[in-house]
């Protein structure tokens, strides 16, 4: 089964709209967090998480997480047409002695101008 | 700098061929990796090496072959390729400290490969 999983899939926005991407988790010996952005080819990093409760911020974007409710979100405030991409979550675990990072399926973000 | 550079960008092959993908960082970073990524899908772990040691195979078909020449480099040789392999092939690579990666992974733009 999945062990993260994305919400929404997909969403579509105006210019200076507010998102927030959702990302819940499921995995034993949970490492931390990651958020990245993907749009042509290569993810670019964003955000690593690796405690509860505290807000990692740049810019217009910022990121939290729950451990104990296993789910992050991120946030994107004043959003441009720059910000289209798609935002993958991932997860870093520790599995038989060697660490894994498993992505969620992504939320495909359109602004429109 | 965080750049990890993948060679080539694009790449068509037939199944009777032989190519290899190449990844190369500057970072010294000890672990590298290779995902795969087919279109509208999340990047799927192939392999992993840790200070040059293959350390993960995620039951991967032998007709792919890492090879971790030395820090740098991390190479992937294709052979015998099937049309449903084609996809867009990511290295990463990421720190490891005291034998536990601070696992940011920093990924390449990719090869996108089509095999016919």
């Known amino acids: 089964e999945d062990k993260v999983v994305q919400s929404p899939l997909s969403l579509v926005v105006h210019e200076g709209d507010t998102v927030t991407l959702n990302c819940s988790y499921e995995?034993?010996?949970?490492?931390?967090l990651l958020w990245y952005k993907q749009e042509k080819k290569a993810p670019t990093f964003l955000f690593m998480l690796?405690?509860?409760?505290i807000e990692k911020k740049s810019g217009r974007l910022s990121s939290i997480l729950d451990k104990k409710e296993l789910f992050s979100i991120l946030n994107i405030t004043a959003t441009q047409t720059g910000d289209s991409a798609v935002y993958l979550c991932?997860?870093?675990?520790?599995?038989?002695?060697?660490?894994?990072?498993?992505f969620g399926k992504g939320t495909k973000l359109t602004v429109n101008p | 700098d965080t750049e990890v550079t993948q060679t080539p960008k694009h790449l068509v092959m037939g199944m009777t061929n032989k190519k290899s993908l190449k990844c190369e960082q500057h970072?010294?970073?000890?672990?590298m990796y290779w995902y795969k990524q087919k279109a509208k899908k999340p990047p799927e772990l192939m392999f992993v090496y840790s200070y040059e040691k293959l350390s993960i195979n995620e039951s991967v078909p032998s007709r792919f072959s890492p090879e971790c020449p030395n820090s740098s480099l991390l190479n992937l040789h294709l052979h015998a390729l099937q049309p449903e392999d084609s996809a867009l092939y990511l290295c990463?690579?990421?720190?490891?400290?005291?034998?536990?990666?601070?696992?940011?992974?920093?990924f390449g733009a990719g090869t996108r490969l089509s095999v016919l």
């Open positions: 995995v034993t010996n949970f490492r931390s």
């Open positions: 990463a690579s990421s720190q490891v400290l005291a034998g536990v990666s601070k696992n940011i992974q920093y």
């Open positions: 970072m010294g970073h000890r672990a």
């Open positions: 991932a997860v870093d675990y520790a599995q038989g002695g060697s660490e894994k990072l498993v």
């Open positions: 690796t405690s509860s409760g």
